[in-house]
Structure formats: structure tokens, C-alpha cells
């Protein structure tokens, strides 16, 4: 189900992938080992997320309303893939996993406003824990 594995994405693969390489950049540089491979393992997950999930074919299944998201998270994968790379320095990784982050909150304010995880995926729990991390969220606001 494109829902599942695009929320997935957005709040976990790639933001955590970037962070995790921003803070061994930090101590080691942009050519150290974890570095390179946690920013692979981003663009790997942007990929599949683009070339499969949301692959021509995939998105002529979707409803209008599912339709426009995707190709709103397209749109912004793809700026997101040409930040990381163009990463030369830790300020750029500082900036990509910002945006990154911005991206994930921002899709899941738009995700949320147009449909409940409970109701759009009841096989996968961890839809569930991201609905409950969001209510709490905008009750803390």
C-alpha cells in the first residue's frame, strides 16, 4: 500500500539516515565509512521510495486525493536526493537533514489532515504509533 511505506520513509529511512551521518560527520568528516554508507542507505530508501512505491504505474492505483500527495512527496523527494548529492560540506549535511526533517513533518501534517492511519492501513502497527506521536504532539502545542 503506497501509504505505508511513504510514511515510513518520510519519518524514519532517510531523516534518520541523514541525521545519523550528520553526527559522524561532525567527529569524522564527510569521507568517513559511516558517513558515506548512512547517506547511501538515505538516497537507497529515496530510490525505491521513487522508483517503486511511487512509480508511474503505482500512482494510476491511487485515489485524487492520495494522487496529489504522491506527487507532492515526489516532487520533494527529488529536491531532497539533489541536496544530498551536492552535500561538499557538513553545514550542506546540516542543511539537507533539516530540510529533510521539515519534509518528513510537513508530510505528515498534509497525511494526516486528509486521512486517519488507523483507518488506512490496519496491518501495520507502526502507522498506529505514528498517529499516537502526532496527537501528542499537537496537544503539547
Known sequence: M??????LFLAVASVLAL?????F???DGLTGKDVQ???????????IM?????????LTQLGDTEKELAEWV????????HAIGEIKSVSDMEKAAA???????????????KQS???????????????VFLQKRRQNK
Open 2 to 7: 503506497f501509504f505505508c511505506g511513504s510514511v
Open 37 to 47: 554508507g548512512r547517506l547511501g542507505m538515505a538516497l537507497d530508501e529515496m530510490n
Open 25 to 27: 560527520a561532525r567527529s
Open 99 to 113: 530540510g529533510a526533517a521539515r519534509l518528513r513533518e510537513e508530510f505528515m501534517t498534509r497525511y494526516s489532515a
Open 74 to 81: 515526489l516532487k520533494n523527494s527529488r529536491q531532497l536526493r
Open 19 to 23: 541525521a545519523e551521518a550528520l553526527r
Open 117 to 131: 492511519y488507523a483507518e488506512e492501513c490496519k496491518e501495520c502497527g507502526a502507522l498506529q504509533d505514528l498517529r
Open 50 to 58: 521513487e522508483r517503486i512505491d511511487l512509480a508511474p504505474q503505482a
